[in-house]
T-cell receptor
Framework: SQQGEEDPQALSIQEGENATMNCSYKTSINNLQWYRQNSGRGLVHLILIRSNEREKHSGRLRVTLDTSKKSSSLLITASRAADTASYFCATLEGGSQGNLIFGKGTKLSVKP | DSGVTQTPKHLITATGQRVTLRCSPRSGDLSVYWYQQSLDQGLQFLIQYYNGEERAKGNILERFSAQQFPDLHSELNLSSLELGDSALYFC????????????FGPGTRLTVL
């Protein structure tokens, strides 16, 4: 079953603009991870944020986590055409054995 | 390159057949996870192994089975295949279960005709 929902389902922006994707989830979590998937290919891990963290940065990526609202956001700054991909949030439920629960993803299109 | 390898990349087979998908985890990773990605169900967790033992089961059909061998590679066996089993099957690995980043392989695209 799906844990969360990404919002929006699709996002189209121009190169240089910022892209913000949101993820909501339902249960208490240990951590939340964001992955990128280029069309039909494998998932690339972007960033992991633990339940006791509120914000994390990695290069042009900024992730926030609000456990009271059960939501997270991924911000990609100064986007590039190469950022075109689907982005998924995945949660590790508290007490789970390690299996991730994925949202349905946001399809990002960055136009040059 | 995540360090996780999967073979084959593509597999085309007929309904009723049986196939085996293979995964080699990153060097040093003891946990292996299998996920299925389809258009209607999205990314679904199937099964997890840790150091040769089954650790957790998700939405895995009874027609599907898996195992992790002493050298830590894993195989996912799909039998009595149906059209609806057509999907991308991903393997992921992590050092141990819980709290760790999972690194995904490139996937095996299964087409059942």
């Amino acid at each position: 079953s799906q844990q969360g929902e990404e919002d929006p389902q699709a996002l189209s922006i121009q190169e240089g603009e910022n892209a913000t994707m949101n993820c909501s989830y339902k249960t208490s979590i240990n951590n939340l991870q964001w992955y990128r998937q280029n069309s039909g290919r494998g998932l690339v891990h972007l960033i992991l944020i633990r339940s006791n963290e509120r914000e994390k940065h990695s290069g042009r990526l900024r992730v926030t986590l609000d456990t009271s609202k059960k939501s997270s956001s991924l911000l990609i700054t100064a986007s590039r055409a190469a950022d075109t991909a689907s982005y998924f949030c995945a949660t590790l439920e508290g007490g789970s054995q390690g299996n991730l629960i994925f949202g349905k993803g946001t399809k990002l299109s960055v136009k040059p | 390159d995540s360090g996780v390898t999967q073979t084959p990349k593509h597999l085309i087979t007929a309904t009723g057949q049986r196939v085996t998908l293979r995964c080699s985890p990153r060097s040093g990773d003891l946990s292996v996870y299998w996920y299925q990605q389809s258009l209607d169900q999205g990314l679904q967790f199937l099964i997890q192994y840790y150091n040769g033992e089954e650790r957790a089961k998700g939405n895995i059909l009874e027609r599907f089975s898996a195992q992790q061998f002493p050298d830590l590679h894993s195989e996912l066996n799909l039998s009595s295949l149906e059209l609806g089993d057509s999907a991308l099957y991903f393997c992921a690995s992590s050092p141990r279960p819980e709290r760790y980043t999972q690194y995904f392989g490139p996937g095996t695209r299964l087409t059942v005709l």
